[in-house]
């Protein structure tokens, strides 16, 4: 099972940028989907981006498309998420999740870690 470490979140003003990391434990890192999921105060966790193993092919939901970049480093085991143009309501804690096959929904997932704590100020 892989093991997963979020980090990177932090608070920023509205329009500003942060880059989120996840690294991972284990020898396989590039044969797993590499997922980002959310969840505001009082909301469902929600599905935000994923990236094949190979890097080649990404997925976005509507509201971060051109505003967020899913990348991934195999040899360094770290899947990021580089998010701009922030708005408060992405204020959020992001979690990373990894997958033989993309997942979009959060309830396909088990236990979920601490994630990373993401907060946008007006």
């Known amino acids: 099972q892989v093991q997963l470490v979020e980090s990177g979140g932090g608070l920023v003003q509205a329009g500003g940028s942060l880059r989120l990391s996840c690294t991972a434990s284990?020898?396989?890192?590039?044969?797993?989907?590499m997922h980002w999921f959310r969840q505001a105060p009082g909301k469902d966790r929600e599905f935000v981006a994923a990236i094949s193993g190979g890097g080649t092919t990404t997925f976005y939901a509507d509201s971060v498309k051109g505003r967020f970049t899913i990348s991934r480093d195999n040899a360094k085991r770290t899947v990021y998420l580089q998010m701009n143009s922030l708005k408060p309501e992405d204020t959020a804690v992001y979690y990373c999740k990894a997958d033989i096959r993309v997942r979009m929904r959060a309830a396909d997932f088990g236990s979920w870690g601490q994630g990373t704590q993401v907060t946008v100020s007006s």
């Open positions: 284990g020898r396989t890192f590039s044969s797993y989907v």
